[in-house]
């Protein structure tokens, strides 16, 4: 039996979590807990360097747990380039790679994943606006890149397709971790255009939920919503969301009093057999 637990969103720099403290807790819970593999689906620091600097030091404190990783969009706020992104190897990093477990016919495939706006069609808006109340409005106006958000998640859709092909030819049942949105059906719409209507269309893309639909992906591992959910069957797939979210002075999205117990709460685990 392969125990994996997946966790999102941990947001460690705005919850102000004191880092060593934390991956010690993780790390000893992970081994006394047998887990052989640990994924992050993303948003752990606003700096990418953090980001693989946690990886490393919680790796090094695992004898039998590996630990793989993703980039959320606040990774990549900081200290990473589009490109570095793209084609970057870390230990552990997983985007636009996959992962066979031994001994099983599971593959992991991670994509960081981006948007192109078709969650809010409904707003009636044009691409043009759209960016521009991104850029206005959203964290992600920080991050650089040299393209157009469709002309981007375009590049994640096909990097996607040629991995759910690949695995398909091997044989393999997928995993696939992702930080955006994954399927439409985990959206919420209001009456109105209000905030959260446009906040819709940088979540994620339609087209990602109809190719794990088209390849029957088994299991999916996501984050960036903070919606605290049970695992939940949609068609053929399982989906898994680890989130823990922010507690701030701005924001208190948890269920407990710490982090760790939060993490925990929110931690997913899946067996394979």
Known sequence: MIR???????????????TDGIIHQQAQYLTENKIDYYLVAGDLFNDFHETVSYIQQLSGQLSITQVLFIAGNHDMIRNVTYDQ??????????N????????????IIGLNGWYDYSFAKNTGKTEVQFHQWKMAYWIDSLIKQPMSDPQREGIVIDKLKEQLEMAQKAQKKVILMTHFVP???????????????MANAMLGSVKVG??????????????????HMNPRKIGNTWYYNGAVGYHNHHHNEWQTNTFYSEWLKQLKTIQLF
């Open 183 to 197: 399927n439409q059906l985990f959206i919420r719409y209001t009456g109105d255009n209000r905030f959260w209507n």
């Open 96 to 107: 636009n790679h996959y992962f066979d477990i031994p001994e099983t016919n599971y593959r």
């Open 210 to 227: 109809q190719l794990i639909d088209e390849y029957a992906v088994p299991i999916v591992i996501f984050g960036h919503i903070h919606d």
């Open 85 to 94: 992104l793209e084609n970057g190897h870390w230990p552990g990093y997983l």
């Open 4 to 18: 994996i637990a997946a966790s999102s969103d941990n947001h460690l720099d705005l919850n102000k979590v004191p």
